[in-house]
Nanobody, 124 residues
Framework: QVQLVESGGGLVQAGGSLRLSCAAS????????MGWYRQAPGKQRELVAA???????NYADSVKGRFTISRDNAKNTVYLQMNSLKPEDTAVYYC????????????WGQGNYWGQGTQVTVSS
């Protein structure tokens, strides 16, 4: 049984920063890619950033240069440092585990395990 517990969301002004954390239980963390998705009202869930067990990283174009994903394998935790936040970053952010990544790192597929979601609201 894999459980993901997220923390770190909140309300911040544009230009501010937040750090999300996702603590994972179970053995899946050490062998699989992990990622962060977000879903804004009326929009589809989208991949924000993901990282393989070996540290290969993928970012959505909209967050490149502003967000940083990292993982601490000893703590079974993945982080998302979000800087220079914009109102369009407002969404519920979800941690995802067990992602499937092609060997060329071109396709990053959703895993089967999701966190409960944490709200990030950026005011203008």
């Amino acid at each position: 049984q894999v459980q993901l517990v997220e923390s770190g969301g909140g309300l911040v002004q544009a230009g501010g920063s937040l750090r999300l954390s996702c603590a994972a239980s179970g053995s899946i963390f050490s062998t699989k890619a992990m990622g962060w998705y977000r879903q804004a009202p009326g929009k589809q869930r989208e991949l924000v950033a993901a990282i393989t067990s070996g540290g290969i990283i993928n970012y959505a174009d909209s967050v490149k240069g502003r967000f940083t994903i990292s993982r601490d394998n000893a703590k079974n935790t993945v982080y998302l440092q979000m800087n220079s936040l914009k109102p369009e970053d407002t969404a519920v952010y979800y941690c995802n585990a067990g992602m499937v990544v092609t060997t060329d790192y071109y396709h990053w597929g959703q895993g089967n395990y999701w966190g409960q979601g944490t709200q990030v609201t950026v005011s203008s």
